[in-house]
């Protein structure tokens, strides 16, 4: 391939990963959400036997202010979601990735699979099954949050996909099966039939891929062939992860208790958040806590660079807390009372 052609493809390539980051930024437009007809609160049950007041007007159901929800450019499912989901072993893998590059490890039974968020940028959502059990992988690039939730509302296991809005520069997901509004830093649905419901969430790990393939060299990753054309490898946003500006300044809250960019776990419990900045809990090795009547156990895993949280259950033996890996801006724009470890 001569030299000229290597440099139109690289400028067409350039354009169009541009072209898909200025979208995101300039459509972030409202919906004509209903306005008019009856206004009302209703209590839901939520997790735990807890109720939950939602808003529902003109008979649509919705826990926060709908005006708050934006369009984030790419239509619904403009963000394929991956839903037939090809995996690769670790030889194989080491042809795209390097060492340094980000994921999530999830295991289930004896199964661990690595989800690269090189893949996971173009995509967001993974919806797969391991060992039987269904699974949803996601990835908010705008708040660098990676979640796994266990997909099921109602009782009934369910496929879920990008929905093109954000919710205070959070990915907003919708389900297949009643077509709601699921937020994903909160892992509750936020607007539509199933307003209140919470999703389960399953313990991962984010780490580079370098230390996952020496922990799990026998583990599954997710391949390129997606079924969708995409510049796996390339990173539509740049450098916005480390530098000081927002994609959408649309957010509830602001707070600069921390740099907005700067990466926290956030846990809620009892029904109060608290942040933990990840480089504190890293400079210090580990962090004992007492939050909200709990005794909270952070432990750093210097071999696999990896936080986890852990609180003693009613036997008094230590039980792991999922938390939401996030920006400081997403988090405290949901929780802007949320205490902070730093």
């Not at 996601?138 to 296991?157: A, K, M, N, Q, Y």
Request: charged share 25%; glycine share 10%.
């Amino acid at each position: 391939m001569s030299s000229k052609v290597v440099y139109v493809v690289i400028i067409i390539v350039v354009a169009l990963v541009a072209g898909f980051v200025l979208k995101r930024a300039i459509f972030a437009e409202s919906f004509d959400w209903p306005t008019s007809g009856q206004k009302s609160l209703e209590k839901v049950s939520v997790a735990d036997g807890e109720t939950e007041e939602i808003m529902i007007t003109g008979g649509y159901r919705h826990s926060v202010l709908l005006e708050e929800i934006v369009g984030g450019g790419p239509e619904k499912d403009g963000i394929p979601s991956i839903d037939d989901p090809k995996f690769v072993d670790v030889r194989e893998a080491e042809d795209y990735l390097d060492d340094t590059e980000p994921g999530i490890s999830l295991t289930i039974g004896d199964t661990t699979r690595f989800y690269p968020f090189q893949i996971l940028v173009w995509h967001e959502i993974v919806n797969d099954t391991i060992d039987g059990k269904r699974v949803m992988v996601t990835f908010c690039p705008l708040c660098l949050t990676g979640v796994v939730f266990d997909p099921i509302v109602s009782g009934e296991r369910v496929e879920f996909g990008t929905s093109g809005k954000l919710w205070n520069s959070n990915l907003v997901m919708y389900d297949r099966k009643t077509d709601s509004l699921w937020s994903q830093v909160l892992g509750e649905a936020i607007a539509g039939e199933k307003t209140g419901t919470k999703l389960g969430i399953i313990p991962w790990d984010q780490m580079k891929f370098g230390i996952w393939k020496q922990k799990y060299p026998n583990g599954e990753v997710l391949s390129r062939d997606t079924g969708a054309t995409k510049f796996y490898g390339i990173d539509p946003y740049g450098d916005y992860y480390t530098n000081d500006k927002l994609l959408y300044s649309r957010v509830n809250n602001r707070d600069d208790r921390l740099i907005e960019k700067d990466n926290i776990l956030g846990i809620v419990i009892n029904g109060k958040p608290k942040a933990y900045l990840v480089d504190a809990v890293r400079a210090a090795g580990g962090v004992e806590d007492d939050f909200s009547g709990e005794k909270i156990f952070l432990e750093y895993d210097k071999e696999l660079d990896a936080i986890r949280i852990f609180r003693n259950n009613k036997d008094g033996e230590k039980e792991r807390i999922n938390p939401i890996p996030s920006f400081w801006f997403s988090w405290v724009a949901i929780y802007p009372n949320t205490e902070l470890y730093k």
